[in-house]
């Protein structure tokens, strides 16, 4: 047969920094990132896109930034900061999207200018979805203000809306230009956005580094205090555990392989049966609980390491199972859950297991009777776990 | 400044087949694709999505389609066959976008289905897009119907459709699994998109290719003659020059040169001023040859090698300039164009010129009194050509 074969490759590069006070006048840091990355022929323009209940919490935040860019030069300040809602309902509402890409095109921001998006990870997705299509890629410049975006999504490189009532219907795989993990933002977080994110470090700590699973348990106290310490260096360990393993696996999930993805299949389910008033990483505590006691009752975990990983999860804060997690019957929404993320990765399943703390390893069945027993070992606080 | 860095690459491989009725029963080449990626799983789904006036114009080609899928099992065919409208119409009204998109939905394709289209370069642009963005992208067939889509558009790496009336405000980058160049398909196109094609061809071989330009010179009358063997080779070569290009540059355009937008600067503003009733070849017919005059009178290119490169564009069927292009005042469309286009790459114009047959070179400036002399010489049968 003839044929001509392409191939080439792709080079991605971005720093995620971490910083305090990011529009202090006196902090330069993504000043520096636009001069540096500036070219001598103009000015480039960078429009803002921000978390309403960000902007409700950060009292002057708008005139720090339009003064800031008043005083540093490194890109060209759009004045209109375009607000948009914070949480999943921005996801949802396509209007908010089609006002974006409206103010895009109002303002000619073309592939040499900036969009710089403020917010969770919810307005991330979006914003970062925007700027990614329009001119086929605009410079996505990345500012997360919870937990879970700075030590996860806002580091990674998927983008997302939500559409025909389908989560992450469309989207693309975009890194973006550069993130700003400013802590200062954390402080107005509710405690359940401050904590949801802690789930996502228990997560890749169980999966790849064991350090850094006992570093959690010495400082789950700390964390649940709100620590800043041990928060930054949680948020920093964490974003560089999925900073590695993107780089080293395969950014644009070609495969069907998704390693840190521990824990996320019954979780996924969840937020959406609840509508998403079981928050991401809420749903996620309990999925990695089950998929650990799993692990156990399956004969992978020992009995002394489940143990431990539960009550980490326990210590957080979080919930280790809900209703809508237990096997009843063949019908039961967790059984359909597990039906449907088959057939999403076309015909089998690949799914994350402990076999001990600190490593992963794939299987591609799921029994589900000892589902069923591992929903109620947690239910009954995990009296039957295996002794083995 | 404390920071981690991120660097990875990411590796994109397909084939660009080429084959003659690639849905007759005893041809395996897209079979033999779909069998060679398929999984021991499960059988993977494939829309086709077909160009309402490729199918008129080839009588027979839903019924090949659904007998060949039958014999065929390298992939599970959805039974609709999706029609849409052919030309640049298709990429102006959402609609058919958001139509695509709702059977993607309706039919469960998902990222390991296949989203095959069949037509000119405007449908698959917009089918595409479509694949690119539904759940991060799905895999996408490219089975080119034109001349201009099977040498040029259809083997590269860009999507898109036009949004706020703007060419491809909507796209992204992003290859596909396959291309399937069927000569059968050609026999249908009226002359103009028949010729339109040929711009690419000459384009290319003016900056890359000496040898393939006298290759054209040659053959000139067999292409206009519309004999298939040359058109055959036409397409072959000139696919292998753009595949080449891309792979060897910056495939996802990061940075601001576009060596095999030769010719295009202009072409673009004409299509669009004449809201393409002037086809883009056309159009990137006169945009070659005013760049071709203008590297002449700026006196970089010979006045031999541009009466040859003039002369063949003329002896393929087209135009060589419109009153469009020509430069009457400080407002003449052209100038502005020109300025949008400054604009469009961030303050400074990367445009490339010709030093010799098969070698081009960017500049950086434009002077607009030698660009109007071009115009002109190009009016008056290039009689003030320069004799350097
Ligand atoms: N792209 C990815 O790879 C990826 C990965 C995981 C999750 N996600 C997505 O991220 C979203 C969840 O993000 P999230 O957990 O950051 O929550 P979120 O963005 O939904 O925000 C939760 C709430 O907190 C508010 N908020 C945000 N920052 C605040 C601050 N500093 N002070 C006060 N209030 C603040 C928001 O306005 C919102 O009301 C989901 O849509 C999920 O799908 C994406
Ligand atoms: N993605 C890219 O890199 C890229 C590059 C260049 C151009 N393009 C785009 O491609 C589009 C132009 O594509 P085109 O020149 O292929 O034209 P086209 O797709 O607009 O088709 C022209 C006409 O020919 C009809 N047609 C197509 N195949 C036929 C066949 N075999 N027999 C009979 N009729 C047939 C179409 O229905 C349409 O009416 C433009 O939108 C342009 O922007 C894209
Ligand atoms: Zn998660
Ligand atoms: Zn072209």
Request: hydrophobic share 40%; proline share 3%.
């Amino acid at each position: 047969m003839e044929y001509l074969q392409q191939t080439f490759s792709v080079k991605f590069e971005y720093k995620v920094f971490f910083t305090s006070g990011l529009f202090e006048l006196s902090n330069t840091c993504i000043d520096d990132f636009l001069l540096d990355n500036a070219t001598s022929e103009s000015v480039k323009k960078i429009l803002f896109v921000i978390d309403q209940d960000v902007m409700k919490a950060t009292p002057g935040l708008a005139d720090k930034i339009r003064r800031y860019f008043s005083i540093h030069t490194g890109a060209q300040l759009i004045p209109d900061l375009i607000l948009v809602p914070g949480g999943e309902g921005v996801k949802n509402n396509e209007d908010n999207f089609h006002n974006l890409l409206d103010t895009i095109n109002k303002y000619g921001i073309d592939r040499h200018s900036y969009v710089a998006a403020i917010g969770g990870g919810s307005v991330l997705d979006m914003a970062g979805y925007a700027a990614a299509i329009a001119h086929r890629g605009i410079k996505h410049i990345r500012i997360p203000t919870t937990v879970l975006a700075q030590d996860d999504s806002g580091v990674g490189v998927k983008n997302g809306i939500n559409f025909f009532g389908k989560k992450n219907f469309l989207g693309t795989f975009a890194p973006p230009v550069a993130v700003f993990n400013d802590d200062r933002f954390l402080l107005t977080l509710g405690d359940r956005d401050w904590r949801s994110g802690i789930a996502e470090a228990i997560k890749v700590s169980l999966i790849k580094d064991p350090e850094f699973f006992e570093w959690l348990e010495q400082n789950a106290g700390a964390l649940t205090n709100r620590d800043m310490d041990a928060m930054r260096y949680m948020i920093k360990r964490c974003a560089e555990l999925h900073l590695n393993h993107i780089a080293s696996g395969d950014p644009f999930e070609k495969g069907s392989s998704r390693p840190l993805d521990f824990g996320h299949w019954s979780a996924h389910k969840l937020e959406q049966l609840t509508n998403f008033a079981v928050l991401h990483g809420e749903a996620v505590a309990m999925g990695i609980a089950l998929d650990t006691v799993y692990s156990n009752l399956a004969g992978h975990l020992s009995t002394e390491e489940t143990k431990r990983a539960i009550a980490l999860i326990k210590k957080i804060g979080f919930e280790i199972t809900h209703p809508l997690l237990e096997v009843s019957s063949a019908d039961s929404p967790i059984l359909v859950g597990l039906n449907e993320f088959r057939e999403h990765l076309g015909g089998q399943l690949t799914i994350m297991l402990l076999k001990k703390i600190g490593e992963g390893f794939e299987v591609h069945d799921i029994d589900s009777s000892i589902l069923k027993n591992a929903g109620e070992a947690l239910k009954n606080h995990y009296a039957a776990l295996n002794p083995a």
